[in-house]
């Protein structure tokens, strides 16, 4: 059987490797020519897969193979793709091959617009110290293709799945299915707000037991429409919560409460910001659904250390932190960055503009930062946004190397302040990714300091 894997990244490598470990004859290409790929190349020739660079496949190609696996920054309404499927070639996401191979397994499956990564992390934590191997793998931590080639046994998946590679998921059904957030993102992909709301809610529509943020007024409608086995959180109280106090995971006071029950105080959460609160309530809970001990999630939260990229600090300067939160790569996600660091605040943003107005963000921009250093693609286009609201306290630098230096600059004239990164913007004009874009921050940091 030949299996033709279109995409030559991580999750790409990991589903060729799994297959042929499971006796396919594999092909993988990718459109690119750099010299990474082409240590990859040499890399997987070695283990018998077949390599195309600077290949895009066309329809005769894909013909050819019995299964299509697209990794996930590849869109799924490319013409040959769409092409492929209407002459009913087999064709999934590498999300979905892991699936295939691993069903066996308990899954939990985490999804949202943002605070995917920080409640995966959590969720990872709190089952490894109740006792189960549960690696955290997507779009942290292992390709979930990667999981499949493991010798360890393993007791759980948590998986957190993008828009992206839900859309190319037919069977994914995660006994316990988490949804963080709903805002407008990845338009340019989905085109729709409502398209991109069903491909998540396809997610939860399969998961066996379902938790959602009570807290988002989407998530509460939908909350509303589904029946069985639904539980919410809430950051508000129990007054907050859809139906009985039995299904909710709640602050209550100075306690977070899960389906009834103290599970500790909130002062003993490590994590900054009410939205990390509200993606711990989601971990917290399916932690108790899966059954562990009250005693070992209250240590779990105790002991996580933050994940990286998000709300990091990364070091001082001059006794001011500087902060690294790269992942916040949209309006939103940058304005819940900004919202839990307190005034004054020097933030370094910019990057490859997302869609949607930023009304909020910028708002508050307005109200919480001293200084603004812009970077990238979209730094003419936000020092126009400021021109209009009438802030003047910005600063046009282009690239990290200078933001950092300027930021330095400013922290010595500030004792007061804080140094954030949160770009409200993709990294792909300046970086491969959010990380590459936050370790560069976070290596500048430490030169400097």
Known sequence: MKAYVIGLGRSGIAASRLLKKHGWQVTISDRGTSQALKRDQHSLSQEGITVKLAETPTLEVLKTADLVIVSPGVPWDVPALVQAREHNIPMYGE???????????????????NGKTTTTALCSALFQQGGWYAPACGNIGYAACEL?????????????????QIESSQTIAPEIGLWTTFSADHLDRHYTLENYFNIKKSLLDRAQLKVLNGDDPHLRELANQYRGNVYWTSIKGAT?????????????????????????????????G???????????????????????????????PGVPHRLETVCHIHEIPFINDSKATNYEAAWMGLSSVPAPVILIAGGQAKTGSGEQWFQLIKEKAEKVLLIGEAASQFAQRFDEMGYSSYQIVETMERAV??????????????????????????????????DHFRHLCHISS
């Open 95 to 113: 999300m979905e091959l892991a699936w295939r191979y691993l069903n066996h397994l308990r899954w939990v499956g985490i999804t949202g617009t």
């Open 148 to 164: 499949g080639l493991q010798d360890t046994p393993l007791d759980w998946v948590i998986a957190e799945i993008s828009s992206f």
């Open 405 to 438: 230096t300027e930021a330095v600059k400013q922290a010595k004239d500030n004792p007061s302040a804080s140094v954030l990164l949160s770009p409200a913007c993709a990294s792909f004009d300046q970086y491969d990714n959010f990380e590459q874009r936050g």
């Open 240 to 272: 907050q919560l859809i139906g009985d106090r039995s299904r909710g995971i709640y602050i209550q006071g100075d306690n977070i409460i899960a389906f009834g029950e103290k599970i500790l105080k909130v002062q003993d959460c490590p994590l900054m």
């Open 274 to 304: 009410n939205h990390n609160r509200q993606n711990l309530l989601l971990a917290v809970g399916a932690a108790r659904l899966a059954g562990i001990e009250k005693s070992a999630i209250a240590q779990g939260i105790r002991n996580f």
